[in-house]
């Protein structure tokens, strides 16, 4: 009898053949920074997140370093919003904080998007053509210019990479170009390459100002790519691989894990994953509801994003993901 159990007989038999290693050091935690605030606030499914002020956001990266988390995604949410945005001043004063207060301590990444800059929450520009019958569409050129304007200043401003999210095509070519152009040749560009028009990204959305509010364009589906739709996933990164993404993303994480095992055995570069807000908020609600342990669930989650191919894990709970990590293995 072929006796599998044989391996599985005892914890060290069981550590010693384990193929995938979860390591806190693949994790990359965003933060949300908001312009205008007295108090930093909680966010509702997030707990451990906040809305940070320009003020606590200093203080909580510094607790973080401390804690041993070194790699950020910055959301800069200003205060003013408008059609068609050009002034990324905010968010550029908080990158130039960080890294003039922690140096080379941190990685910092800045999500390149308009949604929480434009007044009808959409990613881009909104064309206007008058007397049309059809639905509003994003401007995807002027749309381009603006995402490019704002990647340079970040880099400027010495965000180490921009991550841009908005799904207009061509942005990666456009942005690699820019930064060029502006002597920032090192500035690294992580795509949100097979990014999903998912109904999980509602916890952020509230976080960063951005749900989509126009009328004639109710929601992201002429962008983001259509669930049902892997070959347009599969086209997505391609393309952005080609045009000069130096690591490529899915986002959300589990309901796409059959996309990043295929995408990041087809295309050799550094995949990253997502865990969206709402799969975060769904283990910790579970959790709360003490139906689930936390630390456990979110480790089984994680292992199944790197066991599927995956080397960089963006999660609300990167800050936590050395302690979780250990909770669990111990318990294995
Ligand atoms: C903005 C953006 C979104 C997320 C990251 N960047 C939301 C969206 O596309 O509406 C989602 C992140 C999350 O849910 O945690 N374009």
Redesign the pocket.
Known sequence: MDRLRRLRQNKLTRELVRKVDLKSSSFIQ?LFVVEGLRDRETIPGLPGVFRETPETLLHQVEADIERGVHKFLL?GVPQEKNESPTNFDFAQNQIQKLKQTFRDKVLLFT?V?L??YTSHGH?GVIERTPNSYTEEHLHNDKTLELLSKAAVEYAQAGSDGVAP???MDGRIADIRGSLDKAGFENTLIMS?AA?FH?R??????N??D???KSHGLKD?STY?IDPTNPQDAWLSASRDANEGADILMV??GLPYLDILSKLSQRIEKPWAV???????AAIELLAREKLISAPHAHSEVWTSFIRAGASTVIS?GARFAKDWIRIWEDSQ
Request: charged share 20%; aromatic share 22%; hydrophobic share 20%.
């Open positions: 965003p959301f999500d998007c949604c929480s990613c999210s908005d799904m949100y990014k998912s999980f990204y509602g916890p952020f959305r976080a960063a951005s749900t989509p992201r983001q986002k959300p997502y865990e969206v807000s709402g799969e975060y609300y």
